[in-house]
């Protein structure tokens, strides 16, 4: 089978019948899951971000995830659902997680291994050592179960990006700190795929987010389960799906840069989903990390690109009006550029790395990422 090779099935609600018959049209072009064995260990990394309710369209829906399970139980192995979203990586916080999710309920096989390992990963781009969950690691395959959203960093959130989600959810905003730029923080996203390189991925792109995700968007009909055994061209086909270019999303970008997928029209895509495009989709308006001045060099190249930068990169935004006073962004936050004035997040702007976890985790969707109106108008990438 071709690495860069997709399926697609439409599927247009999470009702058992349509999910199994979508299921079936899916995996068929890719042979089924035969790389799953009698008495194996399947690891599937579902999109939990966060203690949301499956129809905010956040996360990996349980009905699809009861299914993909339901086929791996079939022949005789073992199924193990988990994921670590941002907080504790503990079994008090998961429980909460996985019951809001809708995973308990589901009747799935839910992760209770709470263990955390160093790697080492020297052929790495930029993460060459790592902590990671001993879940992922134990298993003998790992299928990677994807929610197609918005995303205020990476543009778009989908195959490559849910294995951030392999780092215990406590240690996220280190990783975040350790690659601060786009670049450096998008190919560290790729070194997680290629260190766990997951037998199959897939997308829940029945129902995904769009608006201000990962976490508080809406909620948005798609009508597309995609899968392949590349994360990269999978992510290539869903970028197409809404809307997107190569340049709104860092890792395809990067990906191609290091060979690990071709231009787009050289994927195949097949399946009743292949031609599914939504054509306004509200995307995030988000830019790459600008040098303006590319020219000048040492201090003087160093003082314009900081002007600059700060002057026109996309930004976490507060709303005043929707803010509640929680604190939780000012905890969050790895570069501590946050500081409470008059009960609201103040933002130190020659601090902040632009990282946007505090959008993802403000539990109100106060903040928003923002494009200044210049960088709209200087450059075309991220829409
Ligand atoms: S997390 Fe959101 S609601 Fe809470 S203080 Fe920060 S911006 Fe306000
Ligand atoms: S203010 Fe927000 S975007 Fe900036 S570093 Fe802190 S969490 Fe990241």
């Not at 809708?102 to 955390?116: E, I, K, Q, T, Y």
């Not at 050592?129 to 778009?156: E, Q």
Request: charged fraction near 25%; hydrophobic fraction near 40%; aromatic fraction near 8%.
């Amino acid at each position: 089978m071709d690495y860069n090779f997709v399926s697609a099935a439409k599927c247009s609600s999470y009702e058992a019948d349509e999910v199994k018959d979508a299921f079936d049209r899916l995996l068929a072009p890719l042979g089924g899951l035969s790389f799953v064995k009698p008495g194996m260990t399947v690891a599937v990394k579902v999109n939990l971000v966060a203690a949301m309710k499956p129809e905010r369209g956040a996360t990996t829906h349980p009905a699809l995830v009861a299914e993909l399970c339901r086929r791996i139980t079939e022949v005789g192995a073992t199924a193990v659902v988990g994921d670590s979203p941002g907080g504790p990586f503990t079994g008090i916080y998961l429980s909460g997680v996985y019951s809001s999710t809708g995973m308990s309920a589901a009747g799935v096989p839910l992760n209770r291994d709470f263990d955390v390992e160093r790697c080492d990963f020297p052929e790495g781009e930029v993460m060459k050592d790592f902590s990671f969950s001993s879940w992922l690691l134990r298993a003998d395959a790992v299928i990677n179960f994807a929610k197609l959203k918005t995303h205020g960093m990476m543009g778009m959130s989908a195959a490559v990006k849910n294995l951030f989600g392999g780092i215990p959810g406590t240690i996220k905003p280190e990783y975040h700190y350790r690659f601060p730029n786009t670049k450096s923080f998008a190919n560290m996203l790729i070194d997680i795929d290629e260190f766990l390189r997951p037998a199959l991925s897939i997308v829940d792109g029945v129902v995904g987010m769009e608006g201000n995700g990962p976490t508080m968007g809406k909620a948005r009909e798609i009508g597309v389960l995609a899968a392949s055994r590349s994360p990269y061209a999978l992510d290539s086909f869903c970028a197409s799906v809404v809307g997107l270019s190569e340049a709104g999303v860092p890792t395809l970008q990067l990906a191609r840069e290091r060979g690990l997928v071709p231009p787009v029209d050289m994927i195949e895509v097949v399946g009743d989903g292949a031609d599914v495009r939504i054509g306004n989709f509200e995307n995030v308006e988000r830019s790459n990390d600008i040098e303006f001045f590319v020219g000048l060099v040492g201090i003087k190249g160093k003082v314009f690109n900081k002007i600059a930068r700060a002057a026109l990169s996309t930004r976490p935004k507060l709303k005043g009006s929707e803010c509640v006073g929680c604190r939780k962004c000012e905890g969050i936050c790895p570069a501590k550029a946050i500081t409470m004035k008059g009960k609201k997040p103040h933002i130190d702007r020659s601090v902040c790395i632009r990282c946007f976890c505090c959008q993802e985790f403000c539990p109100k969707g106060a903040l928003k990422v923002h494009r200044p109106v210049v960088a709209k108008i200087l450059t075309k990438s991220g829409k």
